[in-house]
């Protein structure tokens, strides 16, 4: 016997190996209990051989009776035929007490494996090759075992004819083999892109990928492979990856709800922001905070403290489940001494603290609480306060809920400063009046300017009398503007507006005319906000030759100091206006605005060949955008 015979037959297991020319090889059998015994048989092979390899299969020494005694028992046989059936009649050499299930190919063999008790199987030549591969599948099966993906063979109607376990784990069935894949699952949503990835496979004889969300809240993604037998014009079989991306699905979702929850936080129109006094906007930030940490972030604990720039303390502005000792401890933006607080404060880092009980930096803050999650709020670089949640759990907080705060609290940071709530200082009736009255007036007062100049434009040259009137028209409006800015200056004293109201002196920006040309309304109304603080006379255009038209007939003795522009305008971009403006200026003291390094047809390069210094890119700070007026200011004094 060669030893390849006698090893096959040692281990009681299937040992496949390539049949010795001219002669069948007997390999082994296959038990109940799943293992793949195969008898292969060479191209030629003669009836003597094959008569002494059915009736006595090769055994190891001093076992030879045993083996022929379990061959004889043998009532039920799995047949891979193949083009040597009419040679060999196996169902007669077998005899009647043994059932022969015949099929043609080694992935139907498999699915009739998993589905009925076989004693043995007998492998044609034909198939031996490809019968070696489903061999390795079940073999390997421990291998397959350890992959976290689930791995199963599906029929055409979505039975389940083998799988490496992994579903069964997931569904917490013993075994899902002769089931419905989909009904395994719970009927899961299909979400696509492929709403029925295994008929297209099938139909296609191509992969195809889905996603899979089930009841409870977990998603699943499918890669269903074909598997094509050699004489089959369309697959009858299908290898499906099943991979549990539930966590990531679910981690996606939740930074969705915490850009949707951020964004709401100063989700206010100006109409609703006028209306409500400094406390009712704190108030008001404090419970869309406070919801969006128990809704989203799953925290009912939360301490938010703002960097007073003028002593460097951290005043806390709203703390929910912290001890009253906590919220009355004064911190300072310092690495000792202040707590994790006051380090976040100061270094600009996020701090993760374990263990309370174990970090000597950390100060109580909620009762039990056994860990903290602290990041700074950080507003244009700079860092203006912190935000602090706390657990009563050892551990609770993962790098994923640091990236979700650091998310969140950027949010947070720029509904503080749209609310006005960087200070704790209160403003007056009368400030909030006048600052109502004046964002209310600013732009109708420029919408009257703006179409006057354009009726000026066509009556210049024909009707005097008309001209005159539009030319008082302007003068009344642009007074206007003046007499609320002196009344607003006179009912407001300076110690009665908040910090963030209260404008440094600037005076070369006083008495100064700057003309804001954007299509945008919220870029206008902005800079009447903000540069008026420093008694600027701010008007605005809503295009290139609206802009025109303002300075053509601004008056022989006035002329903008500043123009600051858009580099996209609804008639024409920055660098066009620049030449247009040259035509009526003998200097355009320029500023260019634009988005993101927004610069169609290079025009920002065009305008600085010809003598545009100064290019804001939005969003830009208040300190740049004053900085570069008055840069400009002082490049056309000294022209």
């Known amino acids: 016997m060669p030893a390849s015979r006698a090893d096959a037959s040692r281990g009681g297991a299937a040992n496949l190996v390539s049949p010795p020319q001219g002669t069948y090889t007997v390999v082994g059998r296959y038990p109940v209990a799943g293992f793949l015994a195969t008898v292969a048989r060479s191209a030629a092979p003669t009836n003597d051989t094959w008569n002494n390899a059915v009736s006595r299969p090769i055994a190891s020494p001093g076992n030879t009776h045993a083996n022929r005694d379990q061959t004889s028992a043998l009532s039920k046989v799995l047949y891979l035929g193949g083009t040597h059936d009419t040679v060999e009649d196996i169902r007669s050499r077998l005899g009647d007490d043994v059932e022969v299930v015949e099929v043609s190919s080694p992935v139907k063999a498999l699915s009739l494996l998993t589905q009925g008790k076989f004693s043995a199987i007998y492998c044609d030549a034909d198939h031996f090759s490809r019968a070696t591969d489903v061999v390795k599948l079940i073999r390997n099966d421990r291998i397959l075992q350890g992959v976290p993906d689930g791995v199963v063979l599906l029929d055409q109607d979505n039975l389940i004819l083998w799988g490496n376990g992994r579903l069964s784990e997931w569904c917490g069935r013993d075994d899902v083999v002769g089931e419905n894949f989909y009904q395994m699952l719970g009927s899961p949503e299909i979400l696509g892109p492929d709403f029925c990835p295994f008929h297209t496979a099938l139909a296609t004889g191509a992969a195809s990928t889905s996603m899979l969300r089930c009841a409870d809240n977990r998603y699943y993604r499918i890669h269903a492979a074909p598997i094509i037998e050699s004489g089959d014009k369309i697959p009858q079989n299908l290898v499906v990856t099943v991979h549990d991306i539930s966590e990531e699905v679910l981690q996606q979702q939740k930074l969705e709800a915490i850009h949707q929850a951020g964004g709401d936080l100063a989700d206010l129109t100006t109409d609703e922001i006028a209306s409500l006094t400094v406390e009712e906007r704190i108030e008001l930030l404090k419970s869309n905070i406070l919801q969006c940490t128990q809704d989203i972030l799953k925290l009912d604990v939360v301490e938010i403290r703002m960097l007073n720039p003028e002593t460097g303390f951290l005043d806390p502005i709203m703390a929910v489940g912290m001890a009253p000792g906590a919220i009355e401890r004064e911190l300072s933006a310092e690495t000792e001494g202040s707590g994790v607080t006051g380090f976040v404060a100061a270094t600009g880092k996020s701090y993760i603290c374990e263990h309370t009980t174990e970090d000597p930096l950390y100060l109580q803050g909620a009762e039990g609480a056994r860990s903290s999650l602290t990041v700074p709020l950080i507003l244009h670089e700079q860092v203006i306060g912190t935000l602090n949640v706390e657990s009563p759990e050892a551990n609770a907080f993962t790098d994923s809920d640091l990236q979700f705060l650091e998310i969140f609290a950027r949010n947070v940071a720029v509904a503080l400063n749209t609310l006005e709530l960087l200070v704790a200082e209160k403003a007056s009736t009368a400030a909030a009046s006048v600052e109502a009255i004046h964002s209310a007036v600013a732009l109708p007062v420029d919408d009257i300017l703006n179409d006057a100049v354009n009726v000026m434009e066509r009556y210049i040259g024909h009707e005097p009398e008309v001209v005159e009137r539009l030319q008082s028209i302007l003068r009344n409006a642009r007074d206007i503007k003046r007499v609320i800015q002196k009344v607003g200056q006179k009912m407001t004293p300076t110690q009665a507006q908040p910090s963030s109201v ?32 420093f008694h600027c006379i701010v008007e605005t255009a809503h295009d290139g030759n609206e802009a025109r038209f303002m300075i053509r007939n601004l008056g022989a003795d006035s002329a903008y100091d500043v123009i600051i522009a858009d580099i996209r305008l609804p008639d024409m971009n920055g660098y066009e206006l620049l030449l247009k403006l040259a035509e009526l200026m003998k200097h355009v003291p320029m500023v260019l605005m634009t988005g993101f390094g927004y610069d169609p047809g290079h025009s920002i390069v065009k305008a600085r060949q010809e003598g545009v210094k100064n290019v804001l890119y939005k969003p830009f700070r208040l300190d740049q955008l004053v900085s570069a007026i008055e840069d400009t200011i002082s490049a056309n004094v000294a022209e």
């Open 502 to 533: 209260v404008a440094e002196s600037r005076p070369l920006l006083a008495g100064k005319r700057i003309l804001v040309v954007d299509a945008d309304e919220s870029v206008r109304t902005a800079a009447h906000a903000l540069l008026e603080r």
